[in-house]
């Protein structure tokens, strides 16, 4: 099978990528744009066994991706490219609005080009677009409930409603031009290769260098986590299986508060790496992100009855996973840290 990972490159894409390549044989075509959060490190593993090639390329650019993809000619494409920093689309929503919205419907039409081109048939029965989204999209919850598939849009930041907008096209292309499509909405992701202006790496990198831990007003901010590898197995499952025009959310039944969270990654480096103090003194509450949701959590229940999807790693274990990931992976995160970012906050 020959599969287009779009933003093939960054956090979770290259999870996709590595897992399509190494545990699933498929040949893959990674577009992106390279900017500042991605990495050809994160899939040189998959590139190594040349089955996968990076094509360096603005998915805004519509008609190199409608040229690419007549000429890959793949059974899927995969659609992760996007803007993703809620921070960072408070002072800068042009790009979230290019890359999310202008983008997707770049990428909706050059796979409507070529399905439409097809000749009808099982290549044609087969073909899928897969487009992967947030549950940010969805607003906040409040004390109780969890997010369905049939929860209304109700986003808040700039980064949230140009992802609304994109899933918004790509339910419209399915519905007007019959291409087949599928939509994920995804929970807080997090694991190895993780760009370090996200809650997780920051704290963790910051954490090891005695540097101090902001934490978003009083910290009570409810995430559900979900382990990066268990979404890329459920990403590949919800594109080969998915039912067409349908929705899955994908979630780790993880709820955390961002204190919680950074409080765990604290012990966990004492343990792993003792310091002089506790690291949980270098914890400081800072103002609050403008517009911060206060809950998301997902009920995954479809993906899991349906596919037979289930994570496999609880927050425990894949807290552990990726903390000893950064540890034993400097010669990846120093660079960045050096001359990309260095834990100043954005936004």
Known sequence: MKIIVTGGAGFIGSAVVR???????ADVVVVDKMTYAANRANIAPAEETGRCRLVVEDICNQKAMTDLVAQEQPQQILHLAAESHVDRSISGPRDFIETNVIGTYSMLEAARAYWSALADGDAKQAFRFLHVSTDEVYGTL?????????TSYDPSSPYSSSKAASDHLAKAWFRTYGLPVVVSNC???????HFPEKLIPLVILNALEGKELPVYGDGSNIRDWLYVEDHARALSLIATKGRLGETYNVGGRNERTNLQVVEKICDALDEMVPADRPRRELIRFVT????HDQRYAIDATKLETELGWRAQENFETGLAKTVRWYLDNA???TPLRKS????????
Request: proline share 8%; glycine share 18%; aromatic share 16%.
């Open 187 to 193: 929970s807080n992701n997090y694991g190895p290769y």
């Open 19 to 25: 897992h399509l390549v190494l545990e699933q044989g």
């Open 340 to 347: 990309v970012y260095s834990g100043e906050r954005l936004g």
């Open 142 to 150: 409040g004390p109780e409930g969890l997010f369905h598939e049939t």
């Open 331 to 333: 010669d990846w995160w």
């Open 288 to 291: 609050d992100r403008p517009g």
